[in-house]
């Protein structure tokens, strides 16, 4: 019940923010600008959406064999998949926890515990770039904050040592190699960033290094968990920060649709095809 009360709200707070960016950038706004867009930028995102798909799943191969060795890796990219089907409608995309229940002949409780973890570096991965960049074109002060981001995903298997219900995972959580797991973490964060960096260059190309960093505020702002998958948040941050590099907001807002759509619809839909083709191979 509090799950679906948290789903409705979202939801409405979903359609609230498309119909305030729907204000302001007109749906044939969108279209005009789709249709003049260079298909050729747009495909090459598109292919690196494999790539961004194979980093996950090193990333979460390297956390299930620590509890079960001997998991296909047909397993664990299924198990991908399938959360994505949860994670669209979860705060900050909390659902890929749910990645845990489908790996078969293994504890449950520690891959969940191993999944949190894969999570906490991805949201910290994240937040590095967005305090890096707002220390770059704000202020300095917030590159203490990036500091002690590092300083806490590098001592991470210390800092959860101190709570309480994780001590009994100290075992699995002793074995996890944080370098591997915030190296492959940065590198997703940095192809998400160079995919949308592309689409922008679909509408208007842009230097690479201003648009880095801006996009990355953008991907800083849109983690609040508020709306289903940050869908119309993030379009609204795009509007209002890539006008500084000189893209229209019709322009703005289709790119970060079609980020949306390439990243998390198209994954998505695969996991709703697993669940309702439960037993067949991908």
């Known amino acids: 019940m509090k799950f679906n009360k948290k789903l409705i709200l979202k939801t409405i707070f979903t359609i609230l923010f498309l119909i305030f960016l729907f204000y302001f950038v ?28 194979f980093i996950q799943f090193l990333r979460w191969k390297f ?5 079960n060795e001997n998991v296909p890796n047909r397993e664990i990219i299924k198990s991908i998949l399938y959360s994505f089907s949860y994670s669209i409608f979860t705060p900050a995309r909390l659902g890929e926890i749910g990645r845990a229940f489908h790996i ?3 504890k449950k409780d520690e891959l969940v515990i191993l999944a949190f973890f894969e999570k906490f570096f991805a949201f910290g991965s994240l937040l590095l770039f967005g305090f890096l960049s707002l220390g770059i074109f704000k202020t300095y002060l917030f590159f203490i904050i990036v500091i002690l981001i590092i300083f806490i995903l590098v001592e991470s298997k210390t800092i959860v040592k101190f709570i309480p219900f994780i001590q009994r995972y100290k075992r ?7 370098s591997k797991i915030f190296s492959i973490s940065i ?8 995919q949308f960096f592309l689409v922008l260059n679909a509408f208007h190309i842009v230097q ?10 953008v991907m800083f702002f849109n983690s609040l968990p508020i709306t289903l998958s940050g869908l119309g948040i993030r379009e609204l941050l795009s509007v209002y920060f890539f006008k500084d590099l000189g893209i229209s907001p019709a322009s703005a807002a289709s790119a970060s649709l079609i980020i949306f759509f390439i990243n998390i619809l198209i994954p998505t839909f695969v996991g709703f095809g697993l669940h309702i083709f439960g037993k067949k191979n991908v």
Request: net charge positive.
């Open 26 to 53: 007109k749906p044939n706004q969108i279209i005009q600008a789709l249709k003049q867009a260079k298909f050729i930028w747009i495909l090459l995102a598109f292919l690196l959406l494999p790539l961004n798909l």
């Open 63 to 67: 956390l299930v064999v620590l509890s």
């Open 104 to 106: 078969q002949n293994s």
């Open 172 to 178: 699995v959580i002793r074995r996890v190699k944080i």
């Open 187 to 194: 590198i997703f964060v940095f192809i998400y960033i160079f």
């Open 208 to 217: 690479f290094f201003k648009s880095f960093f801006m996009i990355s505020i």
